[in-house]
């Protein structure tokens, strides 16, 4: 896979309107089958026990999971259609850090799983997802550029 390729992935995660608004702390770095995605803790993703709330463990873990299997899919994007996590515990500040990785591919169907560790390298999380290809083309319209 091309370096091009993944630096493209990136800008079009890091782009998006729900990266800059919400998530604005994100890192990400996509190689063949594998992304990593950092995330600065803010109290803003609290909920009223003061940890992070279960949809930002869900977001990190899908978005790695993802771009793990979009690293592979050179030209069109592709859609989670099935993810499933698991909590094991709370998280209240730090440097959090999701890692997906490819596990298993076939001509339309692609299964990934990713882990969320906390800033002391601890597993707060896992998930696995299944993705299938798009009709929609990787183009700079949708920020692949």
Aim: hydrophobic share 40%; charged share 25%; proline share 1%.
């Amino acid at each position: 896979m091309s370096d091009d390729h993944f630096r493209k992935l990136e800008r079009m995660y890091l782009d998006a309107k729900v990266q800059r608004e919400l998530y604005e702390t994100t890192k990400i770095q996509i190689s063949n089958k594998r992304a990593v995605i950092e995330l600065t803790v803010s109290d803003k993703y609290f909920h009223a026990l003061d940890a992070m709330h279960g949809s930002v463990y869900f977001k990190l873990l899908d978005d790695s999971a993802f771009f793990a299997v979009n690293s592979v899919v050179k030209d069109v994007f592709v859609l989670t259609t099935t993810f499933n996590i698991n909590l094991i515990r709370p998280v209240t500040g730090g440097v959090i850090k999701a890692v997906g990785e490819l596990r298993s591919q076939s001509k339309n169907l692609f299964i990934a799983e990713s882990r969320l560790f906390n800033e002391a390298g601890k597993e707060v999380a896992f998930g696995t997802g299944h993705f299938m290809k798009s009709r929609v083309e990787l183009t700079e319209g949708i920020g692949y550029k």
